[in-house]
């Protein structure tokens, strides 16, 4: 499946090798930049569908272009490929709607399987990354919120591929342990996005952590 994106990162010769990785995997670069501002006006011309953007630029911070990629394009996925792994930087960046973020020491086989995922809305960390994110979302969860009576209501199977969510599992890996395809999984992770009006698979992991759903 061929993908559109944009390149964001302020160093000329990554910027372009990033560029042609993924021209020769067959995705599609619709722009490219090196700085935040100009990505912001340009990614809202351009329509990608993926933003793969570097944590430090030479205006804004990465953080501050998510914010307004998210506001001209609510519907982008973004992909941080940066060289710090810090980890306020990591939970800066997912809380501004980053979908994953992956360091530059990755290799390009694990960078384009990433760009893959993330295009497709799962959320993809460098390893040590993920339990980072997942151990904030539950020491913000550490105070449930009351529940609400007129809370969403999810069918059984949804609630069954939240908890699988909740627990860190891969589309894949819920696929195979309740014996659905990957499209079913994906099908009931977007039904459940829309009941609870929330935007990506990050949002939806720590909602169900703040229920006690990864017990």
């Known amino acids: 499946m ?3 994106v944009m390149v964001v990162d302020d160093h000329p010769m990554w910027r372009e090798g990033v560029a042609r990785d993924l021209t020769e995997a067959g995705h ?25 953007l570097d944590l430090q630029l030479p205006d804004i911070s990465g953080v501050e272009v998510i914010r307004g990629l998210r506001a001209a394009l609510p519907d982008v996925r973004v992909l941080m490929l940066s060289a710090s792994g810090e980890p306020q930087g990591v939970l800066d960046a997912v809380k501004a709607g980053a979908t994953g973020y992956l360091i530059k020491s990755a290799a390009p086989a694990e960078f384009l399987d990433a760009v893959r995922r993330t295009a ?3 959320p993809v960390f460098t390893p ?25 209501r999810l069918t ?6 939240l908890r699988l969510v909740a627990k860190g599992l ?7 342990r309740l ?5 079913t999984v994906q099908n009931h992770v977007q039904n459940t996005l829309g009941k609870l009006q929330l935007h990506n698979r990050v949002e939806l992991t720590r909602y169900a952590i703040e229920r006690g759903l990864d017990d």
């Open 170 to 176: 891969s589309y894949k890996q819920i696929a195979d």
């Open 179 to 183: 014996g659905l395809s990957h499209r």
């Open 120 to 122: 497709a809305g799962e």
């Open 156 to 161: 059984e199977r949804e609630t069954e591929v």
């Open 128 to 152: 040590g990354l993920a339990g980072l994110v997942l151990g904030e979302y539950r020491r913000l969860a550490a105070t449930p919120p009351a529940p609400h009576d007129d809370a969403p």
């Open 28 to 52: 599609q670069v619709v722009a490219t930049s090196g700085e935040g501002r100009q990505a912001v006006r340009v990614a809202a011309a351009a329509r990608p569908d993926l933003v793969v």
């Open 2 to 4: 061929s993908i559109r």
